[in-house]
């Protein structure tokens, strides 16, 4: 059992992708060109924005945005303890401090009551993750956003393809980004990420930023960086969201079952009107070393997304007095299972027979 089945998926599409491939090795258009021009337009359209940036990971493209909005020394900029570290980690390396703050138990999103705490007259933006899949109320975030004057920002590496009231992630902050890292609901075969903005003078900077700050070859206007999505992953993409909302209404059925059946543990909650495309299926179990015994016994793989919170972690060691409880209680209780649209029933009844015997 794969905990991401990426071999089958590659199987189902297998010969649209080769062929993608192939068409770019023929022309050795390696780098930019009309296929990536083809996806970006793509991308666009399915999120509903007039401005999608493909770039080198879900990383750069938080720090291209930060960049973007001039964001540097003596900024703050509020984001979630509960996260990847590249959420907080782009901060720092543009010279900002970043300000940890707790979350919901609900959906381990964004506590929109304690970023109120935290706003200073130093806040340039937030960073709202929308975690495992599922957005936070990015309305009423921008709003808040909207009465301080900040920016607000989704970090959206999970959720491409998840919406809220009819409105996908990456279409409603002020600014969005995304991952296609391959294990991602839309995954590339390589790093790769994107940017989402109706701002075309922000989408104009962006991508002078991320080819070396170039306005054209040779002439820089800012100090940029390498940051371009290459063009085999932008047609191994295409291929794939051609797919996409298929795989996701599967993903939806298969965390239907999980939610239904499984027992002995607190299974994710969505909130009404929120479609989550489940980039992980993440449960909270009392004893999770228990629980990762009875895995190992069973042969069956696991992980553990996050095992501990950013203001934790030793590079952010000046933020660990901190109290964020709801964030160190997610990290000790949370248990990521397998899951993706290429889940076989049996595999998946296997792992519900384990909780049951628990």
Known sequence: MDFINLKAQYSAYKNE???EILKILNNSSFIGGDKLKEFEANLAKYVGVKNAIGCSSGTSA???ALRALGISYDDEVIVPSFTFIATAEVVALVGAKPV???IDLDDFNLSIEEVKKAISPKTKAIIAVSIFGQMPDLFAFKKLCDEKNITLIEDGAQSFGASYKDKKS???AHISCTSFFPSKPLGAYGDGGAI???DDFLAQKIKILLNHGQTQKYNHEFIGINARLDTLQAAIL???LKYFDDELKTRAKLAANYDKNLKNCQIPKIKKDFISVYAQYSVLVEDRAKVIEKFKQANIPYAIHYPIPLHKQPCFKEFSHLELKNSEF?????LSLPFSAFLKEEEQEKI?????NL
Do not use: G, P, T
Request: hydrophobic share 50%; aromatic share 14%.
């Open 17 to 19: 992708i080769d062929s």
């Open 100 to 102: 940890f703050v707790d």
């Open 62 to 64: 938080l720090y291209l």
């Open 170 to 172: 990456c279409s409603i």
């Open 238 to 240: 295409d291929v794939k």
């Open 330 to 334: 997610i990290s000790e209780h949370i």
């Open 196 to 198: 989402f903005c109706d």
């Open 352 to 356: 519900i027979n384990l909780f049951a």
